[in-house]
């Protein structure tokens, strides 16, 4: 499901978050991304090329974007009955040729992850900045079903475990907020 969150959070929150993840992506603060957790990460630049920076809280303006996680949790819990007790959420930056190769964002049967949400915040982006979000047929992963483009206040949710998708090269730097709402819960080192 695609949505345009950029009147549904607080004014100014959207340029404070790209104000902080560009800080963090031009003082080197973001790690290069992996796949997998713990022992099982590894870092495969055929794969996956982004960089990423885990959110805290702390600040202002992930303060005020939990705020408005922590609702949206309590809302597809309420309308969803899906028992998500707690979300994680990291800045991702790609740079001009950065991608991420088609996968799920949970393994099969683990319900941690269950449902994953992408917040753009990129202002004025065209078609030949590249950097969509593709998405495909959870029922047939060859099939793609959706593409969306990367700009400010755009928002995509999706099943984590059942929906295949894929980030299309960027050609100029993209950034975003990848979140996951999961069901357990003690948080597992990053």
């Known amino acids: 499901m695609e949505l345009d969150l950029t009147r549904r959070l607080p004014a100014g929150l959207l340029a404070a978050l790209r104000n902080e993840v560009a800080i963090l992506d031009k ?10 957790r713990g022992t099982d990460l590894v870092k495969d630049r055929s794969v996956r090329r982004d960089k990423i920076a885990w959110l805290d809280g702390y600040s202002e303006p992930q303060r005020l974007l939990f705020e408005c996680l922590e609702q949206i949790r309590e809302g597809l819990n309420r309308r969803l009955y899906l028992g998500l007790k707690r979300f994680e959420a990291h800045y991702a930056t790609y740079h001009p040729g950065d991608f991420y190769k088609r996968h799920l964002d949970s393994f099969r049967g683990r319900a941690s992850r269950v449902v994953s949400l992408v917040l753009y915040l990129n202002e004025d982006w065209g078609l030949e900045d590249g950097g969509e979000l593709r ?42 907020i990848a979140c996951w709402f999961r069901q357990d819960e003690v948080p597992l080192p990053l």
């Open 27 to 36: 003082t080197e603060a973001m790690n290069r991304a992996g796949i997998g």
């Open 135 to 176: 998405v495909f047929s959870a029922a047939d992963s060859g099939q793609m079903v959706g593409q969306v483009r990367p700009e400010a206040g755009r928002a995509v949710l999706f099943l984590s475990e059942q929906v295949p998708h894929e980030v299309l090269p960027a050609r100029r730097t993209r950034y975003s």
